[in-house]
């Protein structure tokens, strides 16, 4: 010890601001900022590319805005674009036609969902192989769904009118493109079909969780195959069905590729869902302080709608 | 409990009818695609071509730029998968293995994606990305996609995380490993199936993107991703339908075999309530 040199005695005090700044992350003291740390990224990037700009959105909403910036002057605050949305018949269309829209493909969904989960919760081999097929539309890129449908609807030459002059429902081709009540129907089929398979698979699953032993006792009590359903399958069903329903709505209101690229909002509106008028307003009219009032109370109607949602997640993940 | 043939029979001719009317629109696709142009025009359409025509493919790449947003929209795809897995995979494992506040966050996240309209989001977006010069460049909607899909993939990766005991990692602790090394040379490696499932899946989310490219690139046509590309043969070639399935065949199929491969490891998550 006597022969220790100047280098190493220099050495010491910067040894031990090192050792300080190594906080040890495996001991048991440190482990929650570790844990902090590898959070923050995930933290960060929703920061500022959802939670920051939602909330310049609202504030948007609330200036006479027809090109955001950000940054440079800001304009004074003002309810006018919340005025014009309640009295505006653009925006009453969009609700409407968003509501029809919920109706239709969620209730078609729903009774494609429920026949194909009960087909292949049918035991036979080869029932892998079908819940695969059914459940395709899904990986189908939504604008390549949008336009195989488009051809389809051809108004010349589509399959589905041959295959409605042919089968006598009508008398001439529908005109899918310029007839207001069948674009609705188009943009619909397109969503149904992309739709349907996710709904499908969770009442699969959810056909599977109801307990065998109920559908035996049934048949020791004579049950007909209808009662089975109505008094075991339904009931058993009804929380997969509900959370089905929630997503497919929140789906129908947030969409838009499938309706832009069909229609893009029309014939005169016929298919202008609020996603549609919000992305029209900002993108097409440049009007955004008006396009981020639609999409503000979109999202807030969008935000109770979920709510039934929250306990179901807030569970799941602990 | 057996069943009478009858039954049997009745169910796969259930199975094969619903599947081909279901399935219906991909075959027209195959079959638009390879049609000579002039038996498009027919009516009664024809529902298999006399002859194949192969060339379509070629007479697309030749004629559009298809292979650039090929390109595009693979670029992006795994830019995503890379840059949401990365953030995911830190996320989900300190939320699986360190009891953190952020546990009820993260249902609440997941839920900010699904119901918030992405049109509203676009709108602050544009504006931040095009005062930081980011509009017209594919990084926009990377970030912007990547951010959306973080979420989910922060949710399915914890699911399997929690399937891995703790043991492992307290053993290679034990040994001297670094916390981070255990992630990287222990956890890892034992969820690689799980790991594989949710890039794909992230993959898939990222390629089917619409909303991010059309809003961001429009004045870029040399970034265009393969959607926008198609959705405007729609727009501009309404009569050469059959170049237009082939190029959406060309979209599809890569997104399609994914599918077919991965079904049994996305089906899974999916099922327990998730993402549309």
Known sequence: MSHVSGAETRARPDETRRRWQMIDFSSPRHRAKFGYLLLAPAVILMALIIIFPIVLSVDISLQDVRMARVGGEREPWTLENYRWLLTSPEFRNAVWVTARMVLMVGGTCLVIGLLTAMLVNQRFKGRSLARLFIALPWAVPEVVATVIWAWMLDSSFGVVNYALLRSGLVAEPVQFASNATAAFFAVCFVMIWKGYPLVSIMLLAGLQSIPEEQYQAAKVDGASPWQEFWFITLPG???????????????????????????????????????????????????????????????????IISRSLVGRFARSVH | MKRSLSATIGIYAAVIVTCGLLLFPIYWMFITALSPRTALREFPPRFWPDEPQWGVFHELLANQPFGLWMWNTVLVAVATMILSLSVSVLAAYALSRHNLRGGQGLGLFILTSKMLPATLLVIPLFAIFRSTGLVGSLWSVILAQSTLIVPFCTWMLKGYFDTIPPELEHAALVDGCSPLGTIFLIVLPVAAPGLAATALYSFVLSWSDFLFARTFLTTSEAKWTLNMGIATLKGEYITDWNVIMAGALMAAAPIIVVYLVLERFLVGGLASGAEK
């Open chain 1, 237 to 303: 069903l009804m929380p997969v069905i509900g959370v089905t329903m929630v997503m497919t709505t929140l789906w129908v209101f947030r969409d838009f590729a499938i309706i832009f690229v069909l229609t893009k909002g029309g014939p005169v509106g016929a298919t202008t869902n609020l996603s549609i008028l919000t992305w029209e307003q900002s993108f097409s009219f440049f009007r955004m302080g008006q396009g981020a009032a639609v999409g503000v109370v979109t999202m807030i109607i969008c935000a």
